[in-house]
């Protein structure tokens, strides 16, 4: 059986990818983690709106966007979310102790 012809990386497509973070600084493991930190707060923002006003809407004339057990979904997403940003964040500050212990005081990736 013969290989598949996977098509020429360099062509042209309608999409490209999306980043926060310049050009230059993209492979940066410190501006990674930037940019990762704003896409999960971000998405830990959008789960606690919806989980939240679909909490007010019960008991009201309104429908909730969520039924009780996808809003505590959502929320266990957010709590979960939050927890791998700090674990990252938590290596991060290891991974500059350990720097600082061998005498290196710049951080560099």
Same mark, same amino acid.
């Given at each position: 059986?013969? &290989?598949?012809?996977?098509?020429?990386?360099?062509? &042209?497509?309608?999409?490209?990818?999306?980043?926060?973070?310049?050009?230059?600084?993209?492979? !940066?493991?410190?501006? /990674?983690? *930037?940019?990762?930190?704003?896409?999960?707060?971000?998405?830990?923002?959008?789960?606690? /709106?919806?989980?939240?006003?679909?909490?007010?809407?019960?008991?009201?004339?309104?429908?909730?966007?969520?039924?009780?057990?996808?809003?505590?979904?959502?929320?266990?997403?957010?709590?979960?979310?939050?927890?791998?940003?700090? &674990?990252?964040?938590?290596?991060?500050?290891? !991974?500059?102790?350990?720097?600082?212990?061998?005498?290196?005081?710049? *951080? !560099?990736?």
């Amino acid at each position: 059986m013969s &290989e598949p012809t996977i098509p020429n990386s360099d062509q &042209e497509a309608f999409h490209t990818a999306f980043s926060w973070l310049p050009l230059d600084h993209q492979t !940066e493991q410190h501006a /990674e983690f *930037y940019g990762r930190t704003v896409d999960i707060c971000r998405g830990i923002q959008t789960c606690l /709106e919806v989980a939240h006003f679909s909490t007010l809407d019960r008991g009201t004339d309104a429908m909730p966007a969520l039924n009780t057990i996808d809003t505590e979904r959502l929320v266990r997403l957010a709590l979960t979310s939050s927890q791998m940003l700090a &674990e990252i964040a938590a290596r991060n500050i290891d !991974e500059l102790k350990d720097k600082s212990a061998r005498g290196s005081r710049k *951080y !560099e990736p």
